[in-house]
C-alpha cells in the first residue's frame, strides 16, 4: 500500500523560511509526477508546485521566486523549500503524486504564517 508522509510544517513569522518534506512509502517515486497543493480555510486546494519525473517544474505565479521543490528518488522523497512567506500563505500542505491511473495524497501539514 502507498503511504505519503509529510513533515516539516507548523509556526513562522513572517518573511521567514520553512523546508516541508514528503516521504513515500510502498512504490518507488521515479516514474511518478510529484506535486504539493494547499488548502487555505473556506478556499479549494489549489496546486503550489510539480515537478516531473525528469525534474521539470512549475509553480503558481503567488510563489515563484520564493518556493523551490526538489525531488530525490533514491530516498523517495520530495521537498518544498519556502522562503519569503507571507500570512498568504497559511495553509494545509499537501504531497501529491501521479502516475497514469494511479494517484495519492498525503495527510497533510499545516503551514502557519503569523508574528
Known amino acids: 500500500q502507498v503511504h505519503l508522509v509529510e513533515s516539516g510544517g507548523g509556526l513562522v513569522q513572517p518573511g521567514g523560511s520553512q523546508r516541508l518534506s514528503c516521504a513515500a512509502s510502498?512504490?518507488?517515486?521515479?516514474?511518478?509526477?510529484m506535486a504539493w497543493y494547499r488548502q487555505a480555510p473556506g478556499k479549494e486546494r489549489e496546486l503550489v508546485a510539480d515537478?516531473?519525473?525528469?525534474?521539470?517544474?512549475n509553480y503558481r505565479d503567488s510563489v515563484k521566486e520564493r518556493f523551490t521543490i526538489s525531488r530525490d528518488n533514491d530516498e523517495n522523497t520530495v521537498d518544498l523549500q519556502m522562503n519569503s512567506l507571507k500570512p498568504e500563505d497559511t495553509a494545509v500542505y499537501y504531497c501529491?503524486?501521479?502516475?497514469?491511473?494511479?494517484?495519492?495524497w498525503g495527510q497533510g501539514t499545516q503551514v502557519t504564517v503569523s508574528s
Open positions: 510502498g512504490t518507488r517515486l521515479s516514474p511518478f509526477v
Open positions: 515537478i516531473s519525473s525528469g525534474g521539470s517544474t
Open positions: 501529491y503524486m501521479q502516475y497514469t491511473a494511479r494517484a495519492y
